[in-house]
């Protein structure tokens, strides 16, 4: 999502970003967990070039540790306008190197 809306190999990696996020299941709590990653974008220009994810699945709660910088139409290319996260067509995979998950994004 974030390379789409900044080309993230324009992106450095100079400050570190901590969030979190809930659900009620594993798919509400990605769904939380991008669209705060999300808002964060839109509202404080956080670009995440490297982001490492925590899950509780018990829990459904979610630690992320970004690392990147904020955006500067000055030195940062623009890409396409994410308005929002949806539920349409997510899937969730579990995988042996952690999770694949499959979401449309409302541009």
Not at 28 to 34: D, G, K, R, Y
Not at 41 to 46: A, L, V
Not at 60 to 70: D, I, K, Q
Request: no cysteine; hydrophobic share 40%; charged share 25%.
């Amino acid at each position: 999502m974030l390379n789409a809306i900044t080309p993230l190999e324009g992106i450095s990696e100079r400050e570190t970003y901590t969030f979190s996020a809930e659900g009620i299941d594993l798919q509400s709590l990605i769904f939380n967990l991008l669209d705060e990653i999300l808002f964060l974008n839109d509202s404080e220009g956080i670009t995440a070039k490297s982001l490492t994810v925590k899950i509780d699945e018990e829990k459904f709660r979610a630690s992320a540790v970004g690392r990147g910088e904020r955006f500067s139409a000055k030195t940062h290319e623009t890409g396409i306008a994410v308005k929002a996260v949806t539920y349409h067509m997510m899937k969730i995979e579990r995988t042996t190197e952690g999770y694949r998950v499959l979401v449309v994004f409302d541009t």
